[in-house]
């Protein structure tokens, strides 16, 4: 990485904490630059405006989570590993890395009124999270591991309220079985969609 | 009702709106008063302190839940009935009553790291609808009515996970689809913990 790079990459990993705290509509250049004890010119430099920054702070936590959980589990074995893979590590990835609650929930509520740019690009991204899921499914079909009725759009859509429901006992009714809860709801999914073992 | 009740009631009604709006935390006596075309004085007289209007604007929510959710559902009969109209009722709910999106689910994320006595308001509303969703599973488990087996913690928690995924579906993502992906998956949940048909 070149020097700019990581000013920006620290500047992002702070942004991304602000905004999980604060929301993405909380995150301004010049609050940013107070936080930073950096000048609100350098800032503009990076980021021109308020709605390209909050834009950015989405596309870094999107290629975060890419790297840390898509990516890896993409290397498990097709089926039931991978989609067990897939489930792991966002669990680990939330207690790692968003351990202040998730920026992407956060947003979704937030912003689920608020149309624009910042919008219409946590919607792809949240499209992008949920294809990755369906298309997991469908290539354990393809493979023979999981059920040929399997609906793969249904199953993205329910893992994600799995992991909603999570997010809500973990982080606002603290939960400490939230993360057993989940372990239990995810296995119901899978097991509907996984062919009974032959005898 | 008296003429103060109806004021109050009104004001409520409308600061419901503005809450799910800009957030419980946007939610300030002086805003609302502008909003209304009312004296900052007058409804300082009604609520005390910001804390206190939202967590009167929580505690009417809950009351207009349970009047068109809650008692409703418990009028039909034990078991599956029930279940069924606790969540057909729910999903009427969010329709009519919450068309700009949910005060509860906003409020959810909004507060989770806020701590103090709204959140605390928010957290024993939320675990009063989950624990009537739990008693109405464990009161189909003790009539012969669903499986001796059903965890009915375990399935309000995952019934949660069914509405948040399916506001996060319609809200957000604008799914077309939401609402059947929504019936589908509270089917499968029902389905797991339903005794196999006497053949």
Same mark, same amino acid.
């Given at each position: 990485m070149?020097?700019?790079? #990581? #000013?920006?990459h620290a500047i992002l990993? =702070?942004? #991304?904490? $602000?905004? #999980?705290?604060m929301g993405l509509g909380g995150l301004t250049i010049g609050g940013l630059a107070e936080e930073l004890d950096l000048s609100k010119s350098g800032l503009f430099a990076h980021f021109q405006s308020?709605?390209? /920054? +909050?834009?950015?702070? /989405?596309?870094?936590?999107?290629?975060?989570f890419?790297?840390?959980?898509?990516?890896?589990?993409?290397?498990?074995?097709r089926g039931a590993p991978r989609l067990r893979a897939l489930f792991e590590q966002w669990l680990a990835w939330g207690r790692s890395r968003m351990p202040a609650g998730c920026l992407f929930v956060a947003a979704a509520t937030e912003l689920d009124d608020r149309?624009?740019?910042?919008?219409?690009?946590?919607v792809t991204l949240q499209r992008q999270w949920l294809d990755v899921i369906a298309i997991s499914v469908r290539k354990g079909?393809?493979?023979? +591991? $999981?059920?040929?009725d399997a609906d793969?759009?249904?199953?993205?859509?329910? $893992?994600?309220?799995?992991?909603l429901a999570y997010h809500h006992a973990s982080r606002l /009714?603290?939960?400490?079985?939230?993360?057993?809860?989940? +372990? =239990?709801?995810?296995?119901?999914? /899978?097991a509907a969609i996984t062919p009974p073992a032959p005898r």
């Open positions: 070149s020097k700019g790079d #990581t #000013t920006r990993e =702070r942004a #991304t904490g $602000l905004a #999980t705290k308020k709605e390209a /920054l +909050q834009i950015q702070v /989405l596309e870094y936590g999107a290629a975060v890419v790297a840390d959980v898509v990516r890896p589990a993409l290397a498990a074995p149309p624009g740019p910042v919008r219409d690009r946590l079909i393809d493979a023979g +591991q $999981l059920r040929a793969a759009e249904q199953f993205a859509h329910d $893992l994600y309220g799995v992991m /009714l603290r939960d400490a079985g939230a993360e057993r809860r989940a +372990q =239990r709801a995810f296995e119901t999914l /899978l």
